[in-house]
C-alpha cells in the first residue's frame, strides 16, 4: 500500500497537476456512480466473522472485496484517463487559464464527492460539477479547432463565468414557471444553449461586442427579485379576500415591463458600458445570489414552528410595536433585539399585523444579506466574482465555516483597515458608528466584534 501511494506522490509530482486532478476527478466520479448503490447486506453464511458487523447482517468481505476492487480499478482508470488528459491538454494546447479552471472544478467535484460519501445528499450537485467539467473540455477544444471570434471569447474564464452564472438565473425562472424542479440539470443545460445563443445572434447578426451583448440581457438578472414580487403580489391580495391574477401572469408581466424600460435605456444611453466583469461583479453575481436564497430559504406557505419558546421574543417585540405603539430600544429590548424584529416589521408594515407568527415568511432576509456578506468578503479575499459565486452555490458547509451570527463583524474588519490605511477622521467615524449599529442589530455581533 506504501508503494501504492508513493507511485502517485511521484506522478503529481513529475507531472502536470492539472492534469492529474482533472484524471482523478473523472476517475473518482465514474467509481463512485458504479458503486454508490452496492449492497453490504449478508446473503450467505458460509464465511461468518462473529463481530458486531455481523449481528448488524453486514457482510465483512463484501466490504474487504470492494476495497480492494476499487484499489485495482481506480489506479487503471486513472492511468488511462491521465493518459486521456495529457492527449488532449497537449493535443488542443489549453492556455494556462483554461487548465486553471479546470483545476478550480475538478477541486470541487473531488470535494462534493466526498462529502457525498459522507452521507450528505448532494447527486444534483455533483452531477452538474462534472457537467460544467464535460463542458469546459468541450469549450477549450471547439475554440481551438474552429478560429472564430466568438468561440475564442467565449472560451476565456470570465465569459465562461458570465454563461454559466445567467444560465443559473435563467433555470430559476423557468423552473419558478414551470414547477419542474426534478429536471433541473436539463434546465440548466438548455438554459445554457440560450444564453449562448443569444449572444451569438447579438454578436454575428446585431454586430455587438461581447461586451454590449452581455448588457443588453443584463434585465435577466432582474428577474429573482421580479420572482418574489409576483408571489407577494399575489398573497397580499389573497389574505386581503382580493382578486388577483395568477402569479405567473404576474411575473410575465413584470418581466416585460423591465425588458421594455431597460431596452428604452440601452437605446438612449450616453455614457460606457461598464466593463464585463463590472458587470458580473454588481449585476450578474449578485442575481445568481438572490436567485440561489430563494430556491433555499423562501417559502411563502410555511409551517409554523410547534416551539414557540424562542419566537416568543419577536413576536412579543413586534406585538409591542403594532399593539400597544411602543417604540424599540426606547420602551423595550428583546434578547437578539432588531435582527430578529426588522423582516417582522415590514412584514406586519405590508399586510397588517396580526397575532400569529405569519411574519417568520420573511426571515429568509436574513439568509439573504449573509449570502451577500459571504460574497463581499469572498470578493475580498479572492477578488474573484465568479468563484465567490461558485463557492457560495456549490459549498454544502457555507453557513459552518461564516458563523451567520457574526457575519456582520466582516464589515467593521475592513471598515478599521480602510481607516487605518486613509487616516481620515470620517473613516473613523464611521467605524464608530457602525460598532454602535452593531449593538441595535444583535449583542451577540457586538460582543463578538
Not at 421574543?313 to 399593539?323: G, W, Y
Amino acid at each position: 500500500m506504501k508503494n501504492y501511494f508513493r507511485y502517485i506522490s511521484n506522478l503529481i509530482s513529475t507531472g502536470d497537476r492539472y492534469i492529474f486532478v482533472s484524471a482523478l476527478f473523472a476517475t473518482l466520479y465514474i467509481l463512485f456512480q458504479l458503486n454508490k448503490d452496492v449492497s453490504f447486506q449478508m446473503t450467505e453464511l458460509d464465511s461468518i466473522i462473529v463481530s458486531q458487523a455481523t449481528l448488524d447482517n453486514v457482510s465483512i468481505p463484501s466490504r474487504v472485496q470492494l476495497f480492494f476492487s476499487l484499489i485495482f480499478k481506480g489506479t487503471i482508470l486513472l492511468l488511462l484517463l491521465y493518459l486521456v488528459f495529457s492527449w488532449i491538454f497537449g493535443r488542443y494546447q489549453f492556455q494556462k487559464k483554461q487548465k486553471e479552471s479546470l483545476f478550480q472544478v475538478a477541486i470541487v467535484g473531488i470535494s462534493i464527492i466526498v462529502i457525498e460519501l459522507i452521507q450528505i445528499q448532494s447527486e444534483i450537485l455533483n452531477h452538474g460539477i462534472f457537467s460544467v467539467f464535460l463542458f469546459l473540455i468541450l469549450l477549450f477544444i471547439l475554440s481551438k479547432k474552429i478560429n472564430h471570434y466568438f468561440l475564442r471569447k467565449l472560451a476565456s474564464p470570465l465569459f465562461i463565468g458570465i454563461v454559466l452564472t445567467l444560465s443559473f438565473i435563467l433555470s430559476f425562472s423557468v423552473i419558478y414557471l414551470t414547477g419542474a424542479s426534478t429536471f433541473f440539470l436539463l434546465i440548466y443545460w438548455l438554459s445554457v444553449s440560450v444564453i449562448i445563443l443569444s449572444l451569438f445572434v447579438l454578436i454575428q447578426f446585431f454586430s455587438f461586442t461581447l461586451r454590449k451583448a452581455v448588457f443588453f440581457i443584463l434585465p435577466l438578472c432582474c428577474t429573482p427579485f421580479l420572482a418574489f414580487l409576483s408571489v407577494e403580489y399575489v398573497v397580499y391580495h389573497f389574505l386581503n379576500n382580493d382578486f388577483s391574477f395568477g402569479y405567473k401572469k404576474v411575473y410575465a408581466l413584470l418581466i416585460i415591463v423591465t425588458l421594455f424600460i431597460h431596452f428604452i435605456l440601452f437605446i438612449r444611453r450616453k455614457k460606457q458600458i461598464p466593463s464585463t466583469l463590472f458587470l458580473y461583479k454588481y449585476f450578474i453575481g449578485p442575481g445568481a445570489i438572490l436567485a440561489f436564497g430563494l430556491l433555499c430559504f423562501y417559502f411563502p406557505i410555511m409551517q409554523h414552528a410547534t416551539d414557540l419558546f424562542e419566537l416568543a421574543n419577536p413576536a412579543n417585540a413586534i406585538m409591542r410595536i403594532f399593539e400597544f405603539q411602543e417604540i424599540p430600544f426606547v420602551d423595550f429590548m428583546s434578547s437578539h433585539v432588531f435582527s430578529e424584529q426588522w423582516y417582522g416589521i415590514i412584514y406586519s408594515i405590508i399586510f397588517g399585523y396580526s397575532h400569529p407568527v405569519d411574519y417568520e415568511v420573511y426571515s429568509f432576509f436574513n439568509f439573504i444579506i449573509y449570502f451577500f456578506i459571504i460574497y463581499y468578503f469572498l470578493n475580498k479575499l479572492f477578488c474573484s466574482p465568479i468563484f465567490s459565486v461558485f463557492f457560495i452555490i456549490s459549498f454544502p458547509f457555507l453557513f459552518q465555516i461564516f458563523f451567520a451570527h457574526l457575519l456582520l463583524c466582516l464589515f467593521t474588519l475592513f471598515m478599521v483597515k480602510k481607516a487605518i490605511k486613509t487616516q481620515k477622521t470620517i473613516d473613523y467615524l464611521f467605524v464608530f458608528l457602525f460598532t454602535i449599529a452593531l449593538i441595535i442589530w444583535k449583542l451577540d455581533t457586538e460582543w463578538q466584534t
